[in-house]
């Protein structure tokens, strides 16, 4: 009896465990890219702060490759929104160049797949995982979110090209699921063997080529181009991360900021090379800067010598000069253990490039392309590198960031000028014993304080609200704080056609060769007809015929520095300036009221940087006939003036 009881409970036993099975992962309904974010544990952080408290957290990202095609270069978008500062990251790193890990990703940050970046499919792995899928544990500080409360991103996407990701659903509170499909409507160019990635586009490319390489060491060459017709560099910066203690042993072309072999006489590097002598070593920094050559290295046997190198960190928009709009450098790197054989190549990370007064430039993760070829200049077959990789770059605006340059407007009909916007290049957090308003709006100016530095300006501004019986605001507004400043002035306006005048301003010591300016005039560009002093003409942009570009003409496209006025003590420096009168025609553009706002542009650009333009326009008013209060008033201000 008891042994029949004992059979019963054990069948019912194993019927009740065969019958609970656990359900399926949610992968396991997934054709395509599976990502899963889990958050897996956190702590308080010292100090206390009640209002902005720390938190360690880690957390685990899964990247897994359902798909029937190969998953190449993942990349990974994270929308981190607590104030994230990154510790660290396994198997991955930040593909954006603009952070290294440590660092802050709060705004959100895209993961690359670093050492391996490409995830093959179950049919060509018989469904082994390891080669299928990989996984990122993430270590950081966030800011606020303690506990019950979970800290999670507000979002998780595939990034690749081709793919399109639904709105990420919830297991829980720890974890965010999506799946990612291939995009039945992407159109795709790949023209090369499926082994590599096809090329992309962009605004500034970065080839990373390996020419020779040896069991310890190897060459590469580094090609930077422009592509974007109004982007360009002065005095280009380009750093990256070495990521296997790599160190620069020599460069040809270009030149570490830093000469320093310190980190590696005292590091793992001394220790295996331990009979090279590090004297001639030129850098071991973990993330190196490397700077371009002036023009008289061009030639140099030891630094030069290199197609495109040696132009001063000047590279220039296709739409100026083509042949310059290219920069390229060699260099040595020696590689650590266990990389010592030829065929291990590990390019480095986390690219980002800058310039003087440009444009920002976001990187992506260097991605694995068919191998370029370089041309023989004798005519036979080009040589082929061993390996290549590609970054694309392409002109963004960091958040919070400030322009470096403005715009000043004014008109015939108006004697006063509409200045730059206060703060238009930012303000200096700490102000000091400066009393100045970071919000009132810049005051109006007369035309002969447009060459008078802002310090120089407070007079003259003061006493012409005083004339216009404009209110003077206390305290007074800060300065535009831009290097660089334009004013776009109208100059007449008739039946057949108009005419501006455009005057540059360099505030600075350093003076701009090659400069360019470009200008959309939404309205009013297809009337454009020529510059007087300028290099100037119509430039058609994503099909739109609505900008005009703009250069010194050859021999007069220096755009020289401030310099002291003819008597230092008393007078204000004067700044570098250039001019051009511009004629339109309305037999193109019927109906365009010039006046109204049609003959003001509604973007500007300098040497590709965008610009900060007037919140308002000049307008008529009362200033086409001068009453006879003006008149007075003008007088007066002659004898301020002449007091001053």
């Not at 409970?9 to 992968?27: D, F, G, H, K, M």
């Not at 702060?49 to 720390?54: F, G, L, V, Y």
């Not at 069991?215 to 750093?239: F, K």
């Not at 290049?425 to 102000?431: A, F, L, M, N």
Request: with cysteine; aromatic share 10%; glycine share 8%.
């Amino acid at each position: 009896m008891l042994s029949t009881l004992s059979l019963l409970l054990l069948l019912l036993l194993t019927t009740t465990i065969t019958t609970a099975q656990p359900p399926p992962p949610a992968s396991d309904s997934c054709n395509g890219i599976f990502l899963s974010y889990t958050y897996t544990s956190g702590s308080k952080l010292p100090p206390d702060q009640p209002t902005n408290q720390p938190y360690r957290f880690e957390s685990t990202l899964r990247i897994l490759n359902n798909a029937a095609e190969e998953l190449k270069s993942w990349r990974v978008f994270v929308g981190f929104q607590h104030d994230e500062y990154l510790v660290s990251a396994s198997n991955a790193v930040v593909a954006d160049g603009s952070v290294s890990i440590p660092g802050r990703v709060g705004n959100g940050t895209v993961f690359a797949g670093f050492p391996n970046a490409d995830l093959k499919t179950a049919i060509e792995t018989a469904g082994d995982v390891n080669q299928m899928s990989v996984r990122v544990d993430l270590v950081g500080t966030q800011f606020g979110v303690g506990a019950p409360d979970v800290p999670m991103p507000r979002n998780i996407s595939l990034v690749n090209d081709g793919f399109v990701c639904p709105r990420p659903t919830m297991q829980g509170t720890r974890v965010m699921n999506v799946c990612c499909t291939k995009d039945p409507n992407a159109v795709t160019n790949d023209t090369v063997a499926d082994e590599f990635l096809r090329r992309q586009t962009g605004d500034l490319t970065i080839m990373y080529d390996v020419i020779r390489t040896y069991e310890s060491s190897y060459w590469a060459e580094v090609t930077i181009e422009n592509h974007s017709p109004l982007g360009r560099l002065d005095n280009w910066n380009l750093t990256w991360d070495w990521m296997r203690d790599e160190f620069i042993n020599d460069i040809k072309g270009a030149h570490p900021y830093t000469r320093d072999s310190t980190q590696c006489i005292f590091g793992p590097q001394g220790a295996f090379y331990h009979k090279l002598d590090f004297s001639n070593v030129l850098n071991c920094e973990r993330r190196p800067t490397i700077i371009d050559l002036p023009l008289e290295m061009t030639n140099n046997t030891k630094w030069g010598m290199i197609p495109f190198c040696c132009r001063n960190g000047t590279i220039l928009a296709p739409t100026m000069d083509p042949s310059k709009s290219k920069s390229a450098f060699q260099l040595e790197v020696y590689k650590m253990p266990p990389d010592l054989n030829r065929s291990e190549l590990v390019p480095p990370q986390n690219f980002k490039i800058s310039g003087r007064l440009n444009p920002d430039y976001k990187c992506g993760p260097p991605v694995r392309v068919s191998p370029s070829v370089f041309p023989d200049p004798s005519g036979l077959p080009g040589s082929t590198a061993v390996s290549s990789w590609q970054v694309v770059c392409n002109i963004t605006q960091a958040k919070g960031s400030s322009p470096r340059c403005c715009v000043s407007f004014s008109a015939y009909f108006n004697e006063s000028i509409i200045p730059c916007p206060t703060c238009a290049c930012g303000c200096p957090s700490g102000t000091g014993s400066r009393t100045c308003s970071t919000t009132a709006p810049a005051m109006f100016l007369p035309a002969q304080a447009l060459l008078v530095p802002f310090e120089n300006r407070t007079a003259l501004s003061t006493a012409w609200a005083s004339i216009q019986r404009r209110t003077i605001p206390n305290p007074l507004p800060c300065g535009d704080n831009c290097g660089v400043s334009l004013n776009w002035h109208l100059l007449t306006d008739y039946r057949g056609g108009w005419t501006a005048r455009i005057t540059l301003f360099n505030w600075d010591e350093t003076s701009f060769a090659d400069w360019f300016v470009a200008m959309e005039m939404d309205k009013s560009a297809p009337g454009f007809e020529k510059a007087y002093s300028f290099n100037a003409s119509a430039l058609e942009l994503n099909g739109v015929n609505d900008t005009i570009f703009m250069q010194g003409l050859p021999g007069l496209n220096y755009l020289v520095g401030e310099v002291d006025g003819n008597n230092p003590k008393k007078d204000p420096r004067v700044p570098g300036k250039q001019q051009s009168v511009i004629s339109f025609t309305k037999k193109l553009t019927p109906g365009i009221n010039v006046a109204g706002g049609d003959g003001f542009p509604t973007k500007v650009f300098f040497n590709g940087e965008e610009c900060a333009l007037p919140r308002v326009l000049p307008t008529s008013g009362s200033f086409r006939v001068m009453s006879r209060a003006v008149v007075s008033g003008v007088v007066a201000f002659i004898i301020v003036v002449m007091l001053i």
